[in-house]
């Protein structure tokens, strides 16, 4: 089992940036490709993008391209979302997700193993 938890959202006007921070434990960190996903209200589960499991490669959703930035520290069984430019229509719960020895480019939720429990980011126009 993987324990996942998200920290760091909150709300935010319109072109701000927040930093979502997902602390894993439970089994070996390296062992997983690491996701952030987001579901707004009355949407499907869309990827945000992922990492792979030592940090060398990043793959984004549309919407994420640009704007946001996935890291890891691998020393603190902890993955980042860097998102900077809210707009309202990043408005969502956010969710990250740990694949087990994934590539980090997987981009649909039954992809992955674990879940974290969301953590509510709310831009405000």
């Known amino acids: 089992q993987v324990q996942l938890v998200e920290s760091g959202g909150g709300s935010v006007q319109a072109g701000g940036s927040l930093r979502l921070s997902c602390a894993a434990s439970?089994?070996?960190?390296?062992?997983?490709?690491m996701g952030w996903f987001r579901q707004a209200p009355g949407k499907e589960r869309a990827f945000v993008g992922g990492?792979?499991?030592?940090?060398?490669?990043?793959y984004y959703g549309n919407p994420a391209k640009g704007r946001f930035t996935i890291s890891r520290d691998n020393a603190k069984n902890t993955v980042y979302l860097q998102m900077n430019s809210l707009k309202p229509e990043d408005t969502a719960v956010y969710y990250c997700a740990a694949d087990a020895y994934g590539l980090g480019r997987q981009n649909r939720p039954e992809e992955y193993d674990y879940w974290g429990q969301g953590t509510q980011v709310t831009v405000s126009s």
């Open positions: 990492i792979s499991r030592w940090g060398g490669s990043t």
């Open positions: 439970g089994r070996t960190f390296t062992n997983y490709a």
